[in-house]
């Protein structure tokens, strides 16, 4: 049996990076991010806050080791291994040490490593309420991107951003269950992580992330707003290394709609006020 992303359930349970100094910036989400004290992790270091998991190991600013993907039982990885399979996506065994074992990793086009895997139980923490939600990422070529993974792995593609001049696709969202988007997609001339979400869930939450933020001195690189696809509140701020960090709430949940068409225009990225166009 093979099970697409959607009927797996997957969700994003943590994300691997690197740094040339990543203890200085596991203490940075440690403290910025309410996320614990950092633990050896490998050759790295782990952080950890309620839904939310880092690990920070040596290498490039910016560098994106993996991103792991909770997948609901044991049962639903094997499947969706098997589609990967067939698909030609050639899935390797993956042990990064936050999944169970039976856990699968796959390389998308631009190179990014996607592992699945059936996560233990949370141990309970305190802390502020964030998950982290979807991971972002830049592509020069968003229908390959796509293809890879509505087309392979079984994502839904819940909104996309048209450019009206030439009706080229500019972002694209997919989700891997309910929630509006866990992964998306901007068109720029780079590959790479263009940010990585976590999900306060409602106002009173993310304004409390935003006090968090202004207590440290750390300014808002853009928002509080509300996203049009999505429909999220939202707010960035940048870590020391210059990943590119969102704080939102109010995230869509998607049931039995088709996927919309949205204007590349600011009014799109920001209800509210001033965007960021990534191209
Ligand atoms: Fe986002």
């Known amino acids: 049996m093979s099970l697409t992303a959607v009927q797996a359930g997957a969700y994003t349970h943590h994300m691997a990076i690197t740094s040339p100094d990543p203890e200085r910036l596991a203490k940075f989400y440690s403290d910025t991010l309410d996320m614990g004290e950092p633990v050896r992790h490998g050759a790295g270091w782990l952080v950890r806050g309620p839904g939310r998991r880092l690990i920070v190991s040596k ?33 390797k065994p993956f042990d990064g040490g936050l999944f169970n074992a039976g856990a699968f990793s796959v390389m998308d086009p631009d190179g990014n490593v996607m592992a699945f895997g059936h996560a233990p139980e949370d141990q309970p923490s305190k802390g ?22 509505a087309g392979k792995l079984g994502f839904a593609v819940s909104d996309c951003v048209v450019r009206e ?17 866990t992964i998306g997609v901007f068109y720029q001339e780079r590959t790479g992580v263009d ?32 996203h049009g696809p999505g429909n999220n509140l939202f707010a960035f701020v940048t870590d020391p290394d210059g990943n590119w960090i969102e704080i939102s709430a109010e995230l869509e949940v998607v049931y039995d709609r088709p996927a919309r068409t949205w204007k590349h225009e600011e009014r799109t990225l920001n209800l509210w006020g001033p965007s960021k166009l990534r191209a």
């Open 165 to 181: 001049s030439d009706g080229k696709v500019m972002t694209t969202f997919m989700r891997s269950n309910h929630e509006h988007h």
């Open 195 to 226: 940010h990585h979400s976590y999900e306060a869930g409602e106002w009173g939450v993310m304004k409390d992330w935003c006090d968090c933020m202004g207590d440290r001195h750390i300014k808002l690189d853009w928002g509080p707003g509300r």
């Open 59 to 91: 290498g490039a600013k910016n560098g994106l080791v993996h991103v792991g993907m909770g997948v609901r039982d044991p049962g639903a990885v094997a499947d969706l291994k098997a589609r990967a399979e067939r698909e030609g996506l050639a899935p």
């Open 128 to 149: 502020l309420r964030g998950p982290l939600q979807h991971v972002t990422f830049a592509t020069r070529d968003i229908a390959r991107f796509e293809a890879f993974y």
